[in-house]
């Protein structure tokens, strides 16, 4: 009875994980332009007077707009620290892959970024025919 829990959980475990690579292997990448940058600043006020606390978790976050075709994804980076990519500038291309709600950028020198789509919209007129 051990053996056969034990062989079926082994199994799941391997199928599960195999499931993964072969999703991960298949994303697809598209050239895509960064459209803008915004630093990203929460709707919650601060009371009182600033002190020596360690930064609020939202305190490096950015919103990065990025084009493909005549969609705009917004994407929110997170980071711990201080920075921000160099791809992560105006008028520069970038390969993505979307998902439901996540956006992957592909960062020379530090592999993949996963953002959440914050919105999306669609450009309309001139701007998105000239774009194509």
């Known amino acids: ?26 994303q697809q990448y598209q050239n895509a332009t960064v459209v803008g940058v915004q630093k990203y600043e929460p709707d919650t006020p601060r009371y009182g007077k600033r002190n020596d606390a360690p930064p609020t978790a939202s305190e490096y976050d950015y919103n990065i707009s990025i084009r493909l075709n005549c969609l705009v994804y917004v994407g929110r980076y997170q980071s711990a620290i201080d920075y921000l990519p160099g791809v992560f500038a105006p008028n520069h291309s970038v390969e993505i892959s979307l998902q439901k709600h996540l956006m992957f950028v592909q960062v020379p020198g530090a592999g993949e970024v996963k953002m959440g789509i914050v ?5 309309s007129g001139n701007s998105c025919v000239a774009g194509r």
């Open 1 to 26: 009875m051990n053996k056969t829990c034990g062989l079926v959980i082994c199994s799941l475990l391997f199928l599960g994980e195999s499931a993964f690579l072969l999703n991960a292997s298949t």
């Open 119 to 123: 919105r999306h919209y669609t450009l």
